[in-house]
């Protein structure tokens, strides 16, 4: 069906042996790649859409999630700043064109308490789970990574944290792992954000693509779907 490379930085060669061959050299390009099965070669990341390390507030424009993503949310306790950790039911699909990458969530779990021998940041920040699935779409070799999602609080992105994957895998749930093409993987998204701010958008940043062989160019975009008030 299809294949991902990386864009190297010679000709493409005509013949398959040398078509292998530069798939396992092309491994080590700082550029991503991605083809359909129409032969349709590799494809450029936007380096404008790389995730920061802290929060910042993006400069590319956003864009809601097509029409045919929906949300709802049960909240099954009400929690204050201090308090236990609050568990919320959510049903909330967010779908991206072209690619055909689905994303849903279905619990949102906030204040969650801080793990042992950490520093005092839990006076600050605030610790936040997402349980989600992501299904890769089939066409393209794109690949769904949990890299490309945040959250959005007010004009800043937040970028998921594995700093507390281990003590959090057990009592909650194992992070969640990057689906490749048609694939399914489902796992938990955590994020250290400031105390207290509502709404929770999640958003997808989708890197700009060209298609070669065609002229087809999948630009860069964020999608975005409010998961919680």
Same mark, same amino acid.
């Given at each position: 069906?299809?294949? $991902?490379?990386?864009?190297?930085?010679?000709?493409?060669?005509?013949?398959?042996?040398?078509?292998?061959?530069?798939?396992?050299?092309?491994?080590?390009?700082?550029?991503?790649?991605?083809?359909?099965?129409?032969?349709?070669?590799?494809?450029?990341?936007?380096?404008?859409?790389?995730?920061?390390?802290?929060?910042?507030?993006?400069?590319?424009?956003?864009?809601?999630?097509?029409?045919?993503?929906?949300? %709802?949310?049960?909240?099954?306790?009400?929690? %204050?700043?201090?308090?236990?950790?609050?568990?919320?039911?959510?049903?909330?699909?967010?779908?991206?064109? *072209?690619? +055909?990458?689905?994303?849903?969530?279905?619990?949102?779990?906030?204040?969650?308490?801080?793990?042992?021998?950490?520093?005092? &940041?839990?006076?600050? #920040?605030?610790?936040? +789970?997402?349980?989600?699935?992501?299904?890769?779409?089939?066409?393209? *070799?794109?690949?769904?990574?949990?890299? $490309?999602? #945040?959250?959005?609080?007010?004009?800043?992105?937040?970028?998921?944290? *594995?700093? #507390?994957?281990? &003590?959090?895998?057990?009592?909650?749930?194992?992070?969640?792992?990057?689906?490749?093409? +048609?694939?399914?993987?489902?796992?938990?998204?955590?994020?250290?954000?400031?105390? +207290?701010?509502?709404?929770?958008?999640?958003?997808?940043?989708?890197? &700009?693509? $060209?298609?070669?062989?065609?002229?087809?160019?999948?630009?860069?975009?964020? #999608?975005?779907?409010?998961?919680?008030?």
């Amino acid at each position: 069906m299809t294949t $991902q490379m990386q864009l190297p930085a010679r000709p493409r060669p005509a013949g398959p042996t040398r078509l292998r061959r530069l798939g396992a050299v092309a491994a080590l390009a700082p550029l991503l790649a991605v083809a359909a099965c129409s032969s349709e070669a590799p494809v450029t990341s936007d380096p404008t859409r790389r995730p920061a390390t802290t929060p910042t507030a993006t400069s590319s424009s956003r864009s809601t999630a097509s029409p045919s993503s929906s949300g %709802t949310t049960t909240t099954e306790a009400t929690s %204050t700043p201090d308090a236990k950790p609050t568990r919320s039911l959510v049903k909330v699909r967010l779908d991206v064109p *072209t690619l +055909g990458h689905v994303i849903t969530v279905s619990r949102v779990v906030r204040h969650i308490p801080w793990p042992e021998g950490n520093p005092v &940041a839990e006076e600050a #920040f605030e610790l936040v +789970g997402i349980r989600v699935t992501l299904a890769a779409g089939d066409r393209y *070799t794109a690949t769904l990574s949990p890299n $490309q999602l #945040f959250l959005r609080l007010g004009d800043l992105d937040v970028k998921p944290t *594995t700093e #507390f994957a281990k &003590a959090f895998g057990k009592s909650y749930g194992q992070v969640v792992g990057t689906a490749k093409r +048609g694939e399914t993987k489902t796992g938990w998204l955590y994020f250290k954000i400031d105390k +207290g701010v509502s709404p929770l958008v999640l958003e997808y940043h989708r890197p &700009a693509y $060209q298609v070669s062989t065609t002229d087809k160019v999948i630009k860069a975009q964020v #999608f975005a779907r409010k998961i919680i008030d």
